[in-house]
């Protein structure tokens, strides 16, 4: 079986990669670099002894993707590629409306097109907005997004229920993913984030290989128990492999899923940033600032409705998560870039 995996150099699709090469899947990979380096084909192939096809293509042009379907026969497409920082979007909603909507409708009518109907989709916990109660479950409502990346997602999700209504011959997984962080064990991939890290656990290791003199905690006057948001945290090792639950899913002809992808337990910040001091052995430097525009007091997930149907169970805890990606900062200082 061959998996089209687009967006397969960034951060989760390369790990999704891994996970499939090692299940037996044959994998083209289509990315158009915007945020990821060709060089993270080598190091796939170093890890997993099997090289992935690569393409250098956009999802937004039939030209690349007809390329891709034409030579072969692909049996499922897992869609990572898109744009993902929060903040940028409010900068720039054109653009991410286009990347994120038209590149997945491109991809879905050359799909069509080609007579492949196996889609998954990267969506996000971000769709519940601000949850009323935690752990969520997939029956939450959706809606309330607060910046227009997240929107995206809430917008994809509907189109991909629009399309199967309209045409059943699809079967579409959609994964909310929680907060991936960590890196494979081997620390030759990683999460290797432009600029100043948006996010908080590049943004500790930064810390910690002293790109970056401190961490800022955005708020630690939350009703948690330490004052600081709480999260589900995945390592995306554990994310890779439900993409591989998805995809058995998938050949059962299900229709559209949803799956909440977490471990379905809540961390703050300050467990974060003791896990990734109990990995360095020493104290990392932090201080509080205040609240960040449109984060949540908390979320998490319940788990019960992915392991029951597709198996899927999170091995790793946040330990193992902070071990894992500071074991790729610390090799790769600069990330992909020598
Ligand atoms: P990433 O930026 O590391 O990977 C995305 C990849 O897609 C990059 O390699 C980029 O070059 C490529 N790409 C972007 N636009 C493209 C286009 N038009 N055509 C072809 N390639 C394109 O991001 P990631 O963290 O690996 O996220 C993967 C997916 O998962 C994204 O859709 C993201 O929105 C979603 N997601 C991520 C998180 C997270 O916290 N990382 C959480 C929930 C959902
Ligand atoms: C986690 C916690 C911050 C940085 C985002 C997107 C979401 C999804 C995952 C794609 C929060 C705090 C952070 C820092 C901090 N992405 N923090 N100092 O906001 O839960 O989710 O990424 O779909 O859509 O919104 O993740 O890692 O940015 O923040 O104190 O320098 O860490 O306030 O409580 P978030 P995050």
Wanted: net charge negative; proline share 5%.
């Amino acid at each position: 079986m061959r998996i089209l995996v687009t967006g397969g150099t960034g951060y989760i699709g390369s790990h999704t990669v891994i996970e499939l090469l090692n299940n037996g899947y044959e994998v083209t990979i289509l990315d158009n670099l915007s945020n990821s380096k060709e060089l993270v084909v080598d190091r796939i192939e170093e890890i997993a002894g099997k090289r992935p096809d690569f393409v250098k293509g956009d999802i937004r042009s039939k030209e690349d993707l007809l390329k891709v379907f034409k030579g072969q026969k692909i049996d499922c497409v897992i869609n990572f590629a898109g744009l993902k920082a929060v903040g940028e979007s409010i900068k720039m909603p054109l653009e991410y409306y286009d990347n994120n909507i038209y590149g997945a409708i491109n991809l879905l009518e050359v799909m069509r097109e080609c007579e492949c109907f196996n889609f998954i989709f990267s969506s996000s916990a971000t769709v519940y907005g601000d949850p009323a109660s935690v752990p969520v479950d997939e029956t939450f409502p959706v809606g309330g997004t607060t910046n227009p990346y997240g929107t995206t997602k809430l917008f994809i999700e509907q189109i991909l229920q629009d399309l199967y209504k309209a045409d059943n011959r699809f079967n579409i997984a959609i994964l909310r993913y929680f907060n991936p962080i960590g890196a494979h064990p081997s620390g030759l991939i990683g999460e290797d984030p432009n600029g100043i890290p948006n996010n908080l656990a590049p943004y500790i290791t930064q810390v910690m290989v002293g790109k970056r003199d401190h961490l800022n905690i955005f708020g630690n006057d939350y009703d948690t128990k330490d004052g600081t948001c709480i999260r589900d945290y995945i390592h995306v090792c554990d994310l890779a492999r439900g993409h591989v639950c998805a995809i058995k899913k998938l050949l059962e002809n299900p229709g559209v899923v949803i799956y909440n992808l977490g471990t379905g337990k809540g961390s703050s910040v300050l467990d974060i940033l003791h896990a990734f001091e109990a990995a360095y052995g020493k104290p990392i430097p932090y201080e509080f600032a205040p609240r960040r525009a449109g984060d949540i007091t908390a979320n998490y997930t319940k788990v019960e409705k992915a392991e029951r149907e597709i198996g899927f169970k999170a091995q790793y805890d946040i330990m193992d998560m902070a071990r894992d990606q500071w074991n790729w900062q610390k090799k790769n200082p600069n990330g992909y870039s020598k």
